[in-house]
């Protein structure tokens, strides 16, 4: 069973005695409970970004779980993403040739922060199917064609997605490998993956650097994440990448949690995940024999297509909080619920009860509006750091975006910063419940 360092080392120095003259405020003293645990770099408790102990040492029980070096964030995946734009840049320079990232379009907004701080060039991919922009499924022959036509450094996709679809990471890889570029990986939604009884992690399957949140779906504290790099030298640069975007006071409390995982995963969790996944195939097709049309194909993930039942998504999310559960994410087509493990046999028959006592409608036909490519006006760069004004959304017609200020979740931008937006940009916006947005003065 893996060892946990840090876990130790912390319960010990709250067990001490000792004087603490150092960081944090509350020195120890208990407003929530776990201030005793809550230290900072002090003799013995190594640091993040120069881990040479107890850090390092739990990292490499991480990289053992994983088959690939792993390192630590305690800023969630968006600490992550940056890092791997960083690194990307780093090894397109080290190729000698200009950084450019073909990225699928339902990139995280932190993906748009990196690009505009890294002043990156991205080539937005677009899926042949568009249903929402909550998806970006990119095919072989689509990348490979991109390749033949941009030639691209690095490609960048979220897989899985809000919705539950990923991408054939196996297949893109060898595309990028033809290429000699990077495929990087937002794997926020899927640090489980390495766990089935069939790894379907982007790192086995052919990812030069990924990440995973294992907040979402591991039992970890909000903000602990993983960065998965493969190459050598740039797992080299891993830290730096990661401690240029980060706090200089990353939380230890964050990562006592992602060392407790590491006993945890390492502690029978391939089963209890193999046994859990079977109640939950049970459960999808309960609802499916109820009448509920459910998409992607991510095991933990429950996407119910609702208009299929005749509801919004926000309205069968408003149903089922009238009896105690709330789901993870709703719009006007879609109602997503995540599980885990850690979710009871009583919590999944409630989930069950509270959804098959809603009554079936007549389906609704409202699809959502499409939005072809829009213009390309500014860089992200140049129009994030424009002085900028908020106003109505209606009224944003002509004018380029500034900020993609969108909120999470999804956290994915319709339009990025420094496109024009137009007419359909303006219906996405009211059909998604956009009252205003930035524009560039």
């Not at 088959?67 to 734009?85: F, H, K, N, V, W």
């Not at 677009?126 to 249903?131: C, G, V």
């Not at 991408?167 to 794997?187: G, P």
């Amino acid at each position: 069973m893996k060892k946990t360092p840090i876990c130790d080392f912390a319960s010990h120095y709250a067990q001490s005695g000792m004087v603490r003259m150092h960081m944090p405020g509350h020195k120890g003293v208990s407003l929530l409970g776990m201030e005793a645990l809550d230290i900072t770099e002090i003799d013995g408790a190594d640091s993040l970004y120069e881990a040479d102990g107890i850090i390092k040492q739990s990292e490499e029980a991480a990289s053992s779980l994983f088959d690939c070096p792993t390192l630590y964030s305690t800023e969630g995946s968006s600490q992550c993403i940056r890092a791997m734009l960083y690194l990307a840049l780093m090894d397109a320079q080290r190729k000698n040739k200009p950084c450019k990232i073909a990225a699928g379009r339902n990139a995280h907004k932190t993906f748009l922060s990196a690009a505009a701080l890294l002043d990156l060039d991205v080539l937005w991919m677009f899926p042949e199917k568009n249903a929402t922009y909550l998806s970006c499924i990119i095919g072989e022959e689509e990348l490979e064609k991109l390749f033949e036509a941009e030639q691209p450094t690095a490609v960048y996709v979220t897989s899985p997605d809000y919705l539950g679809h990923t991408c054939d990471i196996r297949a893109l890889s060898e595309v990028c490998r033809r290429h000699d570029a990077l495929l990087l990986v937002d794997n926020a939604h899927g640090a489980y993956l390495k766990f089935l009884p069939e790894s379907r992690h982007p790192a086995d399957w052919g990812a030069d650097i990924c990440c995973d949140s294992a907040h979402k779906t591991l039992p970890a504290l909000t903000g602990g994440a993983y960065l998965h790099i493969r190459d050598e030298a740039l797992y080299k640069l891993g830290k730096q990448a990661l401690a240029l975007f980060g706090s200089t006071s990353p939380s230890y409390l964050i990562m006592q949690s992602l060392d407790a995982c590491n006993r945890y995963l390492d502690d029978g969790y391939r089963q209890k995940l193999a046994v859990f996944i079977q109640k939950v195939d049970r459960l999808k097709a309960a609802l499916a024999e109820k009448g509920y049309l459910l998409d992607g194909e991510e095991p933990l993930k429950l996407t119910i297509c609702a208009k299929a039942y005749g509801y919004t998504g926000e309205a069968l999310a408003a149903e089922i909080e009238k009896q105690g559960v709330v789901c993870e994410f709703a719009d006007p087509d879609y109602l997503v619920l995540m599980l885990t493990p850690e979710n009871t046999d009583e919590e999944l028959q409630r989930v069950k009860a509270a959804l098959v006592s809603i009554p079936r409608k007549e389906a609704l036909s409202e699809e959502p509006p499409r939005m072809a490519g829009p213009e390309r006006v500014m860089t992200i760069r140049e129009a994030m750091l424009s002085v900028s004004e908020e106003v109505e959304a209606e009224q944003a017609v002509g004018r380029v975006l500034s900020a993609a200020t969108v909120g999470c979740p999804p956290a994915v931008p319709i339009v990025v910063c420094g496109e024009r937006i137009d007419e359909s940009a303006a219906a996405c916006f009211g059909y998604y419940g956009i009252k205003s947005c930035r524009v560039v003065l």
